[in-house]
C-alpha cells in the first residue's frame, strides 16, 4: 500500500459516522468517490485491506481498478477472494474487497492464463 495518501485520494477523505476522522496523508480512513464508499485499514499487521461499496449496486471492475491504483502502485499486486461459501460473511449488501498480504508477492498464474 501506499505510504501515503495521493492528492486525489486526499479530496476524497471523509469522516466517517460512526468510524471518525483519520489525519491528512493517511492511507486509511473513509473516502468517497462519486458513488463509492471506501474504507481503508482496521486489518491486522499481515494485511492491506480495503472495501468499495455504492449505495444501490456493486462496483464495477473499472471502479475497482481505480481503487485499486489510488491505494496500491501500479506494481502491486492485490486480491479479491471468493471464499467457500460457509465462511461468507455479508455485513453490508454491493460491497467488494481487496486484500494484499503485506511484505509479500502474490504468485500468479501464467500471464497467458490471467
Known amino acids: 500500500m501506499r505510504d501515503r495518501a495521493t492528492a486525489e485520494l486526499e479530496e476524497c477523505r471523509r ?19 462519486g ?3 471506501i474504507i481503508s485499514g ?13 449505495h444501490d449496486r456493486t462496483p464495477s471492475w473499472e471502479e475497482m481498478s481505480l481503487v485499486k491504483a489510488l491505494f496500491w502502485s501500479d506494481d502491486e ?5 471468493h471464499p467457500k461459501r460457509s465462511e461468507y460473511v455479508n455485513q453490508m449488501p454491493h460491497c467488494l474487497h481487496l486484500w494484499k498480504q503485506r511484505k509479500k508477492n502474490h504468485v500468479l498464474p501464467p500471464g497467458e492464463l490471467i
Do not use: I, N
Open 42 to 54: 482496521g486489518s491486522d499487521e499481515r494485511w492491506e485491506h480495503v472495501s468499495v461499496s455504492c
Open 35 to 37: 458513488p463509492l464508499r
Open 15 to 33: 469522516v466517517h459516522p460512526t468510524l471518525g476522522e483519520s489525519p491528512e496523508g493517511a492511507t486509511w480512513g473513509y473516502f468517497e468517490l
Open 77 to 81: 499486486t492485490v486480491l479479491q477472494f
